[in-house]
């Protein structure tokens, strides 16, 4: 289990969390939904340990996928992935399951927005790391992509056992990849479903929509 346990953060006089505290299931797909400024991104540096707060924190191990793939220009895919996995082997895997299993020898700048997220993400997966943090992960990708993307990703961490947490303001990834949705609204959560279905989606619209 991870645990937020009472935690306070502030940049400088925004207060964005005040004696927050949240659990979070080892195995499980976890995404924070909510619209910019409701704490998600920050959520995500507290458990990777990129910002200062009080409170405590689960220890754990992080990989993390940013929305910029920020990879290597001068290296291959292959070497790209080989700074954080020597088995050849196990990248050539994950990558024929991420559909870019093609492009190991290709450099950053031959590909597509799209590819250079896929190579991102399967960094993120191939770094043995406790939890995967993934911040808006499909925010660059267009409707057919980002499906895919999905789908993918779905069953590769289902098959690996991951515990993974993302971000996004996007109901239609949230849904079709999270075992479980938070909703944070002024800093603190307003709908936590363990158990998403085919009746989540509308229950989200009807949250957000809300006045």
């Known amino acids: 289990m991870i645990n937020f346990n009472n935690i306070t953060k502030r940049y400088k ?17 976890t995404c924070i939904l909510g619209e910019s400024g409701s704490g998600k991104t920050t ?8 910002t200062d707060y009080e409170g405590e924190v689960t220890n754990v191990k992080c990989s993390y996928v940013f929305q910029t793939p920020n990879l290597f220009p001068n290296l291959t895919v292959l070497d790209n992935l080989k700074l954080v996995c020597q088995d050849e082997n196990e ?7 991420l559909k870019i299993a093609d492009k190991l020898l290709s450099y950053p700048k031959h590909l597509s927005g799209g590819q250079r997220q896929r190579v991102s993400l399967a960094r993120g997966v191939l770094f043995n790391a406790d939890v995967l943090l993934m911040d808006e992960p499909f925010s660059s990708l267009d409707l057919k992509n980002k499906v895919q993307a999905i789908n993918l990703l779905k069953e590769l961490f289902k098959e690996k056992k991951k515990t993974v947490v993302f971000v996004t303001h996007g109901v239609f990834e949230a849904v079709r990849l999270a075992d479980r949705i938070i909703v944070l609204e002024n800093n603190s959560i307003v709908y936590d479903n363990s158990k998403v279905n085919e009746k989540t989606e509308k229950e989200l619209f009807g949250l957000m929509l809300k006045d």
């Open 13 to 29: 006089d925004t207060l964005v969390f005040e004696n927050f505290s949240l659990s979070i299931k080892e195995g499980e797909t």
């Open 91 to 97: 990248i050539k895997s994950v990558c024929e399951k």
């Open 43 to 50: 959520l995500l540096n507290i458990l990777a340990n990129l």
